[in-house]
């Protein structure tokens, strides 16, 4: 897979042209499927109006942005059906959006579903926001736990060799300075990026590449 990792979306003509630039094709061509499991486990953004405003595209910078089609892949009710019913669904799309919120919640629900073993092997590219950037560090570190897992370690998908610290310096969020970044990313084994808005992360095959318009910061464990 390739993964375009922001904090609030594509938020700028940088990282537009980034994603532009990671499929292969237009995307009018493209058909998404959009995940807004991650909203459900964090008390400030749903469920309710917030994961209808994401489906909908109306509160965020990736389902509208013009795709051949966009459905909705919700993970908690996966398990509850056949595999043959949504598998073939998500290999032959284009483009995964996922929506942020907890990303503990979210990384629960991709292993009780069956994504988190499919993910590897998906031609796809992968955007998410926030939570649904984070997911995929090894860990989220203490700062972001909010929602605790049934085995209540902090463990994500660790599918990139780095962790995330999104929404640096928000007018919504004062405690999301520099200086709580770097408190955060002293409690990290890996490289950790804080990253504003206008701020993402490109992994193709291995290899990172930021993009921003704005304001991020690498720490070394």
Not at 128 to 139: D, L, Q
Request: hydrophobic share 45%; proline share 6%.
């Amino acid at each position: 897979m390739k993964f375009l990792l922001t904090s609030a979306g594509v938020k700028n003509n940088s990282i537009h042209d980034a994603l532009v630039n990671m499929l292969d094709k237009p995307i009018a061509k493209c058909n998404a499927l959009c995940i807004p499991t991650a909203l459900y486990g964090h008390p400030w953004v749903g469920p309710g109006i917030n994961a209808w405003n994401f489906i909908t595209g109306k509160s965020d910078h990736l389902v509208d942005l013009g795709w051949k089609s966009v459905g909705v892949l919700e993970l908690t009710a996966l398990p509850s059906i056949d595999e043959d019913r949504w598998v073939p669904l998500v290999r032959e799309t284009d483009v995964l959006l996922v929506a942020g919120g907890d990303a503990l919640y979210l990384y629960h629900w991709m292993r009780q579903s069956g994504l988190e073993a499919l993910l590897p092997s998906l031609d796809a590219v992968y955007v998410g926001m926030s939570a649904g950037s984070m997911v995929m560090a090894p860990n989220i570190g203490e700062y972001f736990v909010g929602w605790t897992p049934p085995n209540g370690v902090d463990e994500a998908l660790g599918l990139v060799d780095f962790a995330m610290f999104p929404y640096l310096d928000h007018e919504l969020l004062p405690g999301n300075t520099m200086a709580a970044a770097e408190k955060w990313a002293a409690g990290m084994q890996v490289p950790a990026y804080a990253m504003d808005d206008e701020t993402a992360i490109k992994v193709v095959d291995g290899e990172v590449e930021v993009v921003s318009e704005g304001n991020w910061k690498l720490f070394m464990p």
